[in-house]
């Protein structure tokens, strides 16, 4: 048996040209005998990837998690209600005061209350939550290079990856659980001393000649729980994603 000494076709006795590659065999002098025909790689389509789901999933908590930190600094963290014939409220957020009237809302710095260290408060309230909020955009980011090694077949001991990404998340959740703490403990006292002990509590009320005045946390200061409870959520997504990883595509990830 005669096989085309270019691609390995059997040949057909008495055929000048090879049916498969067109090589003319009247110019080979000594015919190849192959007990196999000679093999050639063949290109074929690349391999389905499983998605890494849990890696997905990560990821995009991650992202509602920056996301409701971002919100969290801008909505009000303590508020006072007046009610009367006149139903006021005064909302404090990290960086300003919105007092509520008939004529639209005014707003005003903190650092207008005479003689006081609300605005000293805040301010570090504000930068506890944009350092959670940075660690989780990087969080973001090692999430979304770990999922494009994976798709894009980047092997190696991308362990430090893994790491930073731990680490980022444990530090927001960290900052995020401190910061409403922290702010009731402070603003309590500052806002005690400031209003002559009328605020003595976070959350109180007092009725006087018919006025009714209640004091409380804001929406913001009740989120930053949730986004605390979030975040320990998608670094469990996260920790469960890096192990699918290293599952599905073993290269990825070193085993310690």
Same mark, same amino acid.
């Given at each position: 048996?005669?096989?085309?000494?270019?691609?390995?076709?059997?040949?057909?006795?008495?055929?000048?040209?090879?049916?498969?590659?067109?090589?003319?065999?009247?110019?080979?002098?000594?015919?190849v005998?192959?007990? $196999?025909?000679?093999?050639?790689?063949m290109?074929?389509?690349?391999?389905?990837?499983?998605?890494?789901?849990?890696?997905?999933?990560?990821?995009?908590?991650?992202?509602?998690?920056?996301?409701?930190?971002?919100?969290?600094?801008?909505?009000?963290?303590?508020?006072?209600?007046?009610?009367?014939?006149?139903?006021?409220?005064?909302?404090?957020?990290?960086?300003?005061?919105?007092?509520?009237?008939?004529?639209?809302?005014?707003?005003m710095?903190?650092?207008?209350?005479?003689?006081?260290?609300?605005?000293?408060?805040?301010?570090?309230?504000? $930068?506890?939550?944009?350092?959670?909020?940075?660690?989780?955009?990087?969080?973001?980011?090692?999430?979304?290079?770990?999922?494009?090694?994976?798709?894009?077949?980047?092997?190696g001991?991308?362990?430090?990856?893994?790491?930073?990404?731990?680490i980022?998340?444990?530090?927001?959740?960290?900052?995020?659980?401190?910061?409403?703490?922290?702010?009731?403990?402070?603003?309590?006292?500052?806002?005690?001393?400031?209003?002559?002990?009328?605020?003595?509590?976070?959350?109180?009320?007092?009725?006087?000649?018919?006025?009714?005045?209640?004091?409380?946390p804001?929406?913001?200061?009740?989120?930053?729980?949730?986004?605390?409870?979030?975040?320990?959520?998608?670094?469990?997504?996260?920790?469960?994603?890096?192990?699918?990883?290293?599952?599905?595509?073993?290269?990825?990830?070193?085993?310690?």
């Open positions: 048996m005669k096989y085309c000494p270019s691609c390995g076709t059997q040949i057909i006795e008495g055929v000048r040209y090879c049916h498969e590659c067109g090589i003319d065999l009247s110019t080979i002098k000594i015919p005998r192959q007990q $196999h025909p000679q093999q050639y790689p290109h074929l389509p690349a391999a389905f990837k499983p998605p890494p789901k849990k890696a997905i999933i990560a990821i995009i908590l991650a992202i509602i998690s920056a996301l409701m930190l971002f919100i969290t600094g801008a909505i009000p963290w303590w508020s006072v209600t007046v009610e009367n014939e006149n139903e006021g409220k005064t909302d404090f957020t990290l960086q300003e005061i919105v007092v509520e009237t008939d004529h639209g809302d005014n707003k710095d903190l650092e207008a209350i005479p003689d006081s260290d609300l605005n000293d408060v805040a301010d570090t309230t504000y $930068h506890m939550l944009l350092i959670s909020t940075i660690l989780m955009v990087l969080a973001i980011v090692f999430l979304g290079l770990l999922i494009w090694f994976y798709y894009a077949d980047i092997h001991n991308i362990k430090l990856f893994k790491n930073i990404l731990q980022s998340m444990i530090i927001a959740m960290i900052l995020i659980l401190v910061a409403p703490i922290y702010y009731m403990v402070a603003w309590t006292q500052e806002i005690d001393r400031v209003s002559n002990g009328t605020f003595d509590t976070f959350i109180g009320s007092e009725e006087e000649e018919g006025d009714n005045t209640s004091w409380g804001g929406v913001g200061w009740i989120l930053a729980f949730g986004c605390f409870i979030l975040i320990l959520v998608t670094f469990i997504h996260a920790k469960k994603g890096c192990e699918e990883l290293r599952r599905i595509a073993p290269q990825m990830l070193p085993t310690n």
